[in-house]
């Protein structure tokens, strides 16, 4: 008999507050967590505003125990946040009667923030001013130079694995450990190889989720360079807009979601009250090309298709969708064609939504932010709209919940997350019946 696998935590680091209900009632009133950079000066990129975590402190959610992270990277602290968060709704403890070696991780982790100029001066320090062309590297110059601008730990915090390391530290989580960073889908993907984890019985318990910032010069340079961004600068609240026929690119965002994923009996032993149960999930690639999705969304279609088929669920069960919804014009215009396809006559009348056009694109932590949201919107029965919605596109025909959140039954839900280099991956998960 599989093993069901249920939700006992959750927990956000967003760019609208650090909360799961303050967060959860601004989504609901269509509040928009995007304005001009500050992380660094922005002001001569293409694109000047981000949606940024602010007032964010470690040491508000560890206390004493931030000490013990000294030097983390901003996501590796926001990922500490947020599990802390989900640890303690779950109604564990550090030392808790839990077993360590039944305590695992799957995170969906970006790189830290890269230690860009410091690097860079370094580089340029050790470049030798040679006649007869070419500029080769004296590395004895550079690496004086770098023992001295360059930080061992923030070099270390680059690495994508160091947030699930802080994490493993955090709660002796001594269990299976995996990081996967498959772009836009990473934590996604994350949540549902966590709930293969337990259903293997490789696992009874497995802190699962994602966290990512990307705002800092090389991050904002590169999809500056994929044309993804939307370069409304001067009306940068408005600039989020998927499935707007007027939309430019994605804002780009930060933050980390985490869940608490049990098996049910081991929930149940401690006296848990799960919320969710995750029924299926679905991964597929296109097998097309890095930047591009299939134009006829075949790997979307793909994942949707594995999700309900693993959780035993038809098109018609399905009561609402978190889209992936960017707010580029191909990802929009495809995903609503993979919803088409998938769903036929139902995808009219299925509400669908993005919450990207209120907190931006998380990246790697966007999928574990968005499963959240539809964990709430079945506890509460209703759904966060799409906002800046003001001009339909042909291409996009459904029902995205334009501005103002809807009221609705809500019992089964699937979330969507579709990444760079045509990664998709998709999770339907339920309200709880025992």
């Given at each position: 008999?599989?093993?069901?696998?249920?939700?006992?935590?959750?927990?956000?680091?967003?760019p609208?507050?650090?909360?799961?209900?303050?967060?959860?009632?601004?989504?609901?009133?269509?509040?928009?967590?995007?304005?001009p950079?500050?992380?660094?000066?922005?002001?001569?990129?293409?694109?000047?505003?981000?949606?940024?975590?602010?007032?964010?402190?470690?040491?508000?959610?560890?206390?004493?125990?931030?000490?013990?992270h000294?030097?983390?990277?901003?996501?590796?602290?926001?990922?500490?946040?947020?599990?802390?968060?989900?640890?303690?709704?779950?109604?564990?403890?550090?030392?808790?009667?839990?077993?360590?070696?039944?305590?695992?991780?799957?995170?969906?982790?970006?790189?830290?923030?890269?230690?860009?100029?410091?690097?860079?001066?370094?580089?340029?320090?050790?470049?030798?001013?040679?006649?007869?062309?070419?500029?080769?590297?004296?590395?004895?110059?550079?690496?004086?130079?770098?023992?001295n601008?360059?930080?061992?730990?923030?070099?270390?915090?680059?690495?994508?694995?160091?947030a699930?390391?802080?994490?493993?530290v955090?709660?002796?989580?001594?269990?299976?450990?995996?990081?996967?960073?498959t772009?836009c889908?990473?934590?996604?993907?994350?949540?549902?190889?966590?709930?293969?984890?337990?259903?293997?019985?490789?696992a009874?318990?497995v802190?699962?989720?994602?966290?990512h910032?990307?705002?800092?010069?090389?991050?904002?340079?590169?999809f500056?360079?994929?044309?993804?961004?939307?370069?409304?600068?001067?009306?940068?609240?408005?600039?989020?807009?998927?499935?707007?026929r007027?939309?430019?690119?994605?804002?780009?965002?930060?933050?980390?979601g985490?869940?608490?994923?049990?098996?049910?009996?081991?929930?149940?032993?401690?006296?848990?009250n799960?919320?969710?149960?995750?029924?299926?999930?679905?991964?597929?690639?296109?097998?097309?090309?890095?930047?591009?999705?299939h134009?006829?969304?075949?790997?979307?279609?793909?994942?949707?298709?594995?999700a309900?088929?693993a959780?035993?669920?038809?098109?018609?069960?399905?009561?609402?969708?978190?889209?992936?919804?960017?707010?580029?014009?191909?990802?929009?215009?495809?995903?609503?064609?993979?919803?088409?396809?998938?769903?036929?006559?139902?995808?009219?009348?299925?509400?669908?939504?993005?919450?990207?056009?209120?907190?931006?694109?998380?990246?790697?932590?966007?999928?574990?932010?968005?499963?959240?949201?539809?964990?709430?919107?079945?506890?509460?029965?209703?759904?966060?709209?799409?906002?800046?919605y003001?001009?339909?596109?042909?291409?996009?025909?459904?029902?995205?919940?334009?501005?103002?959140?809807?009221?609705?039954?809500?019992?089964?839900?699937?979330?969507?997350?579709?990444?760079?280099?045509?990664?998709?991956?998709?999770?339907?998960?339920?309200?709880?019946?025992?």
């Amino acid at each position: 008999m599989s093993r069901r696998v249920v939700i006992s935590g959750m927990g956000w680091i967003t760019p609208l507050g650090h909360d799961i209900e303050g967060v959860w009632k601004k989504l609901l009133a269509g509040e928009s967590g995007v304005s001009p950079t500050e992380i660094f000066d922005a002001k001569r990129y293409p694109t000047s505003f981000s949606a940024q975590v602010k007032g964010f402190d470690l040491a508000a959610f560890l206390g004493s125990d931030a000490a013990r992270h000294a030097g983390a990277s901003r996501n590796a602290a926001f990922a500490l946040a947020a599990a802390q968060m989900a640890w303690s709704q779950a109604g564990l403890q550090r030392h808790d009667s839990l077993d360590p070696a039944r305590v695992g991780i799957y995170l969906g982790g970006g790189e830290g923030p890269i230690d860009f100029e410091p690097f860079v001066e370094a580089a340029i320090a050790g470049c030798r001013d040679d006649e007869g062309g070419g500029i080769p590297l004296d590395t004895v110059r550079w690496a004086a130079r770098a023992m001295n601008v360059l930080d061992a730990v923030r070099e270390l915090e680059q690495d994508p694995n160091l947030a699930a390391s802080h994490l493993a530290v955090q709660f002796n989580a001594q269990g299976p450990s995996l990081n996967t960073l498959t772009a836009c889908a990473a934590s996604t993907q994350a949540i549902g190889e966590a709930a293969h984890m337990i259903r293997r019985g490789d696992a009874d318990v497995v802190i699962a989720g994602g966290t990512h910032s990307m705002i800092h010069p090389l991050g904002v340079t590169g999809f500056s360079r994929l044309t993804a961004l939307s370069t409304r600068n001067n009306e940068c609240i408005r600039a989020s807009r998927p499935f707007d026929r007027q939309r430019d690119g994605f804002v780009l965002g930060e933050g980390a979601g985490m869940i608490i994923l049990e098996v049910l009996e081991h929930a149940q032993a401690r006296g848990a009250n799960p919320s969710c149960e995750i029924l299926g999930y679905g991964s597929t690639a296109d097998a097309f090309r890095i930047t591009d999705i299939h134009e006829e969304g075949r790997g979307a279609v793909a994942a949707m298709r594995m999700a309900l088929e693993a959780a035993g669920v038809a098109v018609s069960d399905i009561d609402y969708i978190s889209a992936h919804g960017t707010g580029t014009q191909e990802n929009d215009k495809i995903e609503t064609l993979a919803i088409r396809r998938l769903f036929g006559p139902r995808a009219k009348s299925v509400p669908i939504s993005s919450v990207k056009s209120m907190l931006g694109h998380l990246i790697a932590a966007a999928g574990a932010v968005e499963f959240i949201t539809c964990v709430l919107a079945i506890r509460d029965q209703v759904v966060p709209p799409t906002i800046n919605y003001d001009s339909p596109d042909p291409a996009c025909d459904l029902d995205y919940v334009p501005n103002q959140a809807r009221r609705a039954p809500v019992r089964t839900a699937m979330s969507n997350s579709f990444g760079f280099g045509g990664q998709n991956d998709t999770v339907v998960v339920r309200r709880f019946d025992a």
